[in-house]
C-alpha cells in the first residue's frame, strides 16, 4: 500500500489543523494505521493509532485530549486532527500502515508498520 501524507504547515500556538493520509495500492481497510512525529534532533514518537475497523483508537499521552483520528476505508484516508497545538508539536508526521495481527499494546510501535508515507511538516509558531 502506497501512502501519501498531507496537511502540515505553519500554525500558531493554538490553532489547529487537520492531516490526511490517503492509501492506495491495496485494500485499505486490511491495514491498521498509525501517526507518528519525529521532531528536529529526537526520535520518532507515536502520536496515534486506529484499527482496521475503527473500533480501536490509541493516543499517545502528549496529544491525548487534543487529537481525533479517524479513518474513512470507502475513501481509503486516515485524518489526525489537533488542536490546542504547542510548540513543541513541531515535527515531520507521518501515517504508517500495517496489516500485522495488533494488540492494545502493539499499535504504539513502529516496527508493526510496514509501510510509511513521506511525512509533512508541522510548525507551530509560539
Known amino acids: 500500500v502506497q501512502l501519501q501524507a498531507s496537511g502540515g504547515g505553519l500554525v500558531q500556538a493554538g490553532g489547529s489543523l487537520r492531516l490526511s493520509c490517503a492509501a492506495s495500492?491495496?485494500?485499505?481497510?486490511?491495514?491498521?494505521v498509525g501517526w507518528f512525529r519525529q521532531a528536529p534532533g529526537k526520535d520518532r514518537e507515536f502520536v496515534a493509532a486506529?484499527?482496521?475497523?475503527?473500533?480501536?483508537?490509541h493516543y499517545a499521552d502528549s496529544v491525548k485530549g487534543r487529537a481525533v483520528i479517524s479513518r474513512d476505508n470507502a475513501e481509503n484516508t486516515a485524518d489526525l486532527r489537533m488542536n490546542s497545538l504547542r510548540p513543541e508539536d513541531t515535527a515531520v508526521y507521518y501515517c504508517?500502515?500495517?496489516?500485522?495481527?495488533?494488540?492494545?499494546?502493539?499499535?504504539?510501535?513502529?516496527?508493526?508498520?510496514?509501510?510509511w508515507g513521506q511525512g509533512t511538516l508541522v510548525t507551530v509558531s509560539s
Open positions: 504508517a500502515a500495517g496489516a500485522r495481527r495488533f494488540y492494545s499494546g502493539s499499535y504504539y510501535v513502529a516496527g508493526m508498520y510496514d509501510y
Open positions: 495500492g491495496r485494500t485499505f481497510s486490511n491495514y491498521a
Open positions: 486506529i484499527s482496521r475497523s475503527g473500533d480501536s483508537i
